[in-house]
């Protein structure tokens, strides 16, 4: 059964930033990537980021939003896998830069 990850990062800030997309793979090679797309569409380095991420970047206008869409599947004997979500917001001269970055991590059970 194939899962979907959409992670959209949007820009909160009153000035333009560049926007940082990363999805990483469990390590373990439990996750093979049958689909992956961009809205808008985004040049991307497909599985060439550190730990055979996903990563994308575009700049962001302030209220701006970009979402990278991720399909794969897990082996299904595959142990417990975690999968990492991160977005970041650089060169945005906001008055919080608190909020600029989040990370989630997904945890998939055989």
Do not use: H, K
């Not at 302030?62 to 082996?75: D, E």
Request: some cysteine.
């Amino acid at each position: 059964m194939p899962l979907t990850y959409e992670l959209i990062v949007r820009n909160i800030g009153d000035t333009a930033g560049d926007a940082i997309i990363r999805f990483t793979p469990d390590p373990s090679g439990a996750w093979t990537q049958v689909a992956f797309g961009t809205a808008p569409n985004l040049g991307c380095n497909i599985g060439g980021a550190p730990g055979g991420a996903d990563e994308c970047t575009a700049n962001l206008l302030p209220r701006q939003s970009v979402a990278m869409i991720i399909t794969g599947r897990y082996v299904a004997a595959a142990a417990t896998v975690s999968i990492v979500e991160a977005a970041e917001i650089n060169n945005n001269r906001d008055g919080n830069p608190a909020n600029n970055q989040a990370t989630d991590t997904t945890l998939v059970l055989p």
